[in-house]
């Protein structure tokens, strides 16, 4: 081969490195890296049971956003002090925002108006008057109730005693959902007995005295989701209850509920949306992180569904959302 001949396969050779060199680095061309949000969420509660849509709606969010989410729970119910300081553990963690699900609304915003939070805040529930907080994400409580109480009042004559759990009263949103129940059953002559958890038969023996000779029957409607997992269970535990507990009524989504439901255990419940609310507060983080969003108010819409509308078009979107 001529020594010409050899140079210019060198030449060519050199040339095909140079190429790969380019195609596998960003010498030239530089890849543009996607920024990923850290977002942190801290629910009311000690157990993530009862957000299943909720945070389906929160994963798909993380996928359409590049968001890296972390769930925290709390280590005691009820207990806004440590809420709080988790809020703040997170931020200085390196959370760019936080999802808050106040177990305490009046608590947690004092404890806002007096710290320095360094990232904004999007409440699951109403728009707290405190800087940090940039959007809330929620259902009117008040309308949800009044949903159930007409249920009730239309369903059964006011001769029935309505029995109301719950699983906290003094959570202000648990409380918005009795005062508009209260509204209806008072206004159709219902007389109604709350019972707030306070050990954990509550609940057990109040359905179990519906049994005693003279007692008579009785309406049971829930607050919350927990206190309807729970009367469900034990309602559905034994075919006597269902003698004498005239209708159980309640709120969530989770799927055991919505078994119960199928199988005639419950006779209605008040349902949202949950997996928009998830996504909801992702965006709305996304965007406070962004822009520092104006604050805003979603509300959400709630239905009220019993047994026949599990299969509805309209309710399996809502109910079983897709992973």
């Known amino acids: 081969m001529a020594k010409q001949e050899k140079i210019l396969w060198w030449f060519f050779a050199g040339i095909l490195v140079f190429l790969y060199l380019l195609s596998s680095t960003d010498l030239i061309i530089k890849e543009k890296k996607t920024e990923i949000y850290p977002v942190s969420i801290v629910i009311g509660d000690t157990t993530d049971d009862y957000y299943v849509n909720f945070r389906k709606g929160v994963e798909q969010a993380a996928d359409d956003y590049n968001v890296d989410i972390s769930f925290i729970t709390l280590f005691e119910k009820e207990d806004a002090d440590s809420q709080m300081e988790l809020v703040k553990r997170e931020i200085e963690d390196g959370a760019l925002a936080v999802i808050l699900e106040p177990v305490d609304p009046v608590e947690c915003m004092s404890h806002m108006d007096t710290a320095a939070l360094g990232s904004p805040v999007i409440v699951a529930g109403e728009l707290l008057p405190v800087d940090s907080v940039k959007a809330a994400v929620s259902i009117d409580h008040y309308e949800a109730g009044k949903k159930m109480g007409e249920a009730i009042a239309a369903e059964h004559e006011p001769e029935l005693s309505v029995y109301i759990f719950t699983d906290n009263q003094g959570h202000s949103y648990n409380g918005e959902v009795f005062e508009g129940l209260k509204s209806v059953l008072e206004e159709n002559g219902f007389a109604m007995a709350v019972y707030e958890r306070k050990s954990p038969d509550t609940f057990r023996k109040v359905i179990e005295e519906t049994v005693y000779p003279g007692s008579g029957k009785a309406v049971v409607a829930c607050l ?19 003698r004498y507990i005239a209708g159980l009524y309640g709120t969530g989504t989770t799927p055991s509920l ?7 255990v419950i006779r209605g419940m008040i349902v949202s949306n949950e997996f928009d609310e998830g996504y909801l507060c992702v965006e709305k983080a996304v965007e406070a992180i962004r822009r520092g969003s104006a604050r805003e108010q979603i509300t959400l819409e709630t239905y009220y569904i019993e047994k026949k509308d599990l299969r509805e078009n309209k309710f399996e979107k809502i109910l079983y959302p897709i992973d």
Do not use: R
Request: charged share 20%.
């Open 224 to 242: 919350d989701a927990s206190s309807t997992s729970e009367a469900a269970d034990i309602i559905g535990g034994s075919p006597v209850y269902g």
């Open 258 to 264: 919505l078994g119960l439901m199928d199988k005639g």
